[in-house]
Antibody
C-alpha cells in the first residue's frame, strides 16, 4: 500500500533553510487524483498546514508562511520537497508529509520527522 | 491561537459515548462540507477518522461518527474503549486563500 517517508536534517541553525524530502512508495506521485502536502506540529502543540503541491508543480501555501516556503516535486524520483527559509526556534516541530484529494482530507501520512532549530 | 476551537480535554468511561466539538466560522466550517477528524496517539502520526463531515474511511470503526451544524462540527465516539484514548484534531477547508485550518486538539481520556 502507499507509504510516505520524510527525510532530512534533524538540526538546523537559526536563519538557515530547513530542507526536507518526502518519498512516496507503493504508488505514483503523478496520480491525477491526489495532491501532496506538508503539515507540522510543534512540541506539545497542534497541527499546522504548511503547503501542498500537485504533480504538475502547482503549489499553494499557508498565507502565514508563504514568504518563506517553497515546495517542489520530482516525479522521476517519486518525491516532493519542502524548503523553509530564515528559520527560528518557532519552526521547531515534527514535520509530516501527507496525501490528499484536491480540497479534501489528508488520508495518508508519513511517520513524521523532528526538526530542531538551534545553534 | 488555532483557527478552529476545540475543548482542551474530554473524558468518559469505557462503554460510554463522548462528543468533541469543533467551532469555526462562516468562512471555513460553515461554508464547506469538508471537515475532517484525526486521531493521534503519542509519538505517532495523525490518522484520518472522518472526512467530508461524516464519512468514515475504510477500516475505521463505526463507533466513530461526525456531524455539523452551522459553524460547529462534532465528532462522536460511542462505546468508548481504552484504545480510543488519544488526541483528536479537527480540520476544515477554508477556501482558496487560506486553504486548511486545524483545531487546537482535544485530549480524550478513557477513565
Amino acid at each position: 500500500q502507499l507509504q510516505l517517508q520524510e527525510s532530512g536534517p534533524g538540526l538546523v541553525k537559526p536563519s538557515e533553510t530547513l530542507s526536507l524530502t518526502c518519498t512516496v512508495s507503493g504508488g505514483s506521485i503523478s496520480s491525477s487524483s491526489y495532491y501532496w502536502g506538508w503539515i507540522r506540529q510543534p512540541p506539545g502543540k497542534g497541527l499546522e498546514w504548511i503547503g501542498s503541491i500537485y504533480y504538475s508543480g502547482s503549489t499553494y501555501y499557508n498565507p502565514s508562511l508563504k514568504s518563506r516556503v517553497t515546495i517542489s516535486v520530482d516525479t522521476s524520483k517519486n518525491q516532493f520537497s519542502l524548503k523553509l527559509s530564515s528559520v527560528t526556534a518557532a519552526d521547531t516541530a515534527v514535520y509530516y508529509c501527507a496525501r490528499h484529494y484536491s480540497d479534501d482530507a489528508f488520508d495518508i501520512w508519513g511517520q513524521g520527522t523532528m526538526v530542531t532549530v538551534s545553534s | 491561537q488555532s483557527a478552529l476551537t476545540q475543548p482542551a480535554s474530554v473524558s468518559g468511561s469505557p462503554g460510554q459515548s463522548i462528543t468533541i466539538s469543533c467551532t469555526g466560522t462562516s468562512s471555513d466550517v460553515g461554508s464547506y462540507n469538508l471537515v475532517s477528524w484525526y486521531q493521534q496517539h503519542p509519538g505517532k502520526a495523525p490518522k484520518l477518522m472522518i472526512y467530508e463531515v461524516s464519512k468514515r474511511p475504510s477500516g475505521v470503526s463505526n463507533r466513530f461518527s461526525g456531524s455539523k451544524s452551522g459553524n460547529t462540527a462534532s465528532l462522536t465516539i460511542s462505546g468508548l474503549q481504552a484504545e480510543d484514548e488519544a488526541d483528536y484534531y479537527c480540520c476544515s477547508y477554508a477556501g482558496s486563500s487560506t486553504f486548511w485550518v486545524f483545531g487546537g486538539g482535544t485530549k480524550l481520556t478513557v477513565l
